[in-house]
C-alpha cells in the first residue's frame, strides 16, 4: 500500500514495554529504510531510529526499530512519563517517488 | 548542534504566494547534505514538500512539484520556500528539516525547526 499505518494511539504504565506499528508496503517499508521520530506538541520533532534499526545520537537504548516485510516496529522498553508524546514511521516510496509519513501514534504513559 | 528557524508571514491570501525562510545554525549548508520543507495540515499526517541540495540541485513531492521552488544561499545560511496558488488546503504547520541519508533509500530528517503556522485566508 502507499501509505504507512500506524495506531492513534497506544498506552502503558511506567516501566513497562510498549510497541508502536507502522504497516506499508513493497515499495516503502519492504524496500527501504524506515524512520521513527518523537513529537511533544509545540515541539520540534526529533529523530529517533534511522535505517530502520539504528538509534539517532543521543537517543537512549530504550528506543529500539526493526522491520519485517512490510512492517516496521518502534519499541520502547522501561516507559518513563516523559516519553509521553505522538511517534511518526517515515519512509521514502519508491514507485511514488515520494516520502512518506505515518498518521501518528499517540503514546500515553499511565 | 545544528539548530534551524522557520521565517515568514503567518498569514496568506488564497491564490497568493507562501515565501518561507529557514534560518541554519551550527552547521555550514555549503558542507552538504539536504535541506528540506515538511508541513502538517489540521488532523492530516506529515507531508514532505522538497528538498534542495546546497548547490541549487532540487527534489520534489510530484503532488506539490509544479507549485514548489526552493533556494539557497549559503552567505546567509538560508534556504527558503516559495509555494504559489495558495488555497486553504495548504493552511499547515511548516518545517525545515535536515535530510540526511547517502542514498533515497535511506530518507530521514536529523534536525527540525520549530515550525510555523501558515493560515490561507482572505
Known amino acids: 500500500q502507499s501509505v504507512l499505518t500506524q495506531p492513534p494511539s497506544v498506552s502503558a504504565a511506567p516501566g513497562q514495554e510498549v510497541s508502536i506499528s507502522c504497516s506499508g508496503g513493497?515499495?516503502?517499508?519492504?524496500?527501504?529504510?524506515v524512520a521513527w521520530y518523537r513529537r511533544v506538541p509545540g515541539t520540534a520533532p526529533q529523530l529517533l531510529i534511522y535505517d530502520t534499526d539504528k538509534r539517532a545520537s543521543g537517543v537512549p537504548d530504550r528506543f529500539s526499530g526493526s522491520k519485517s516485510g512490510t512492517s516496521a516496529t518502534l519499541a520502547i522498553t522501561g516507559l518513563q512519563t516523559g516519553d509521553e508524546a505522538d511517534y511518526f514511521c517515515g519512509a521514502w516510496d519508491s514507485s511514488l517517488n515520494d516520502a512518506l509519513f505515518g498518521g501518528g501514534t499517540k503514546l500515553t504513559v499511565l | 548542534q545544528v539548530q534551524m528557524q522557520e521565517s515568514g508571514p503567518g498569514l496568506v491570501k488564497p491564490s497568493g504566494t507562501l515565501s518561507l525562510k529557514c534560518d541554519v545554525s551550527?552547521?555550514?549548508?555549503?558542507?552538504?547534505?539536504?535541506w528540506g520543507w515538511v508541513r502538517q495540515a489540521p488532523g492530516k499526517r506529515l507531508e514532505w514538500i522538497a528538498n534542495?541540495?546546497?548547490?541549487?540541485?532540487?527534489v520534489s513531492s510530484p503532488s506539490l512539484k509544479s507549485r514548489v521552488t526552493l533556494s539557497v544561499d549559503t552567505s546567509t545560511n538560508q534556504f527558503s520556500l516559495k509555494m504559489t496558488s495558495m488555497t486553504a488546503a495548504d493552511t499547515a504547520i511548516y518545517y525545515c528539516?535536515?535530510?540526511?541519508?547517502?542514498?533515497?533509500?535511506?530518507?530521514?530528517?536529523?534536525?527540525w525547526g520549530q515550525g510555523i503556522l501558515v493560515t490561507v485566508s482572505s
Open positions: 551550527g552547521f555550514s549548508i555549503s558542507s552538504g547534505y539536504y
Open positions: 528539516a535536515r535530510r540526511r541519508g547517502p542514498t533515497q533509500s535511506s530518507f530521514y530528517f536529523d534536525s
Open positions: 534542495i541540495f546546497h548547490s541549487g540541485y532540487t
Open positions: 513493497g515499495s516503502n517499508i519492504e524496500k527501504n529504510y
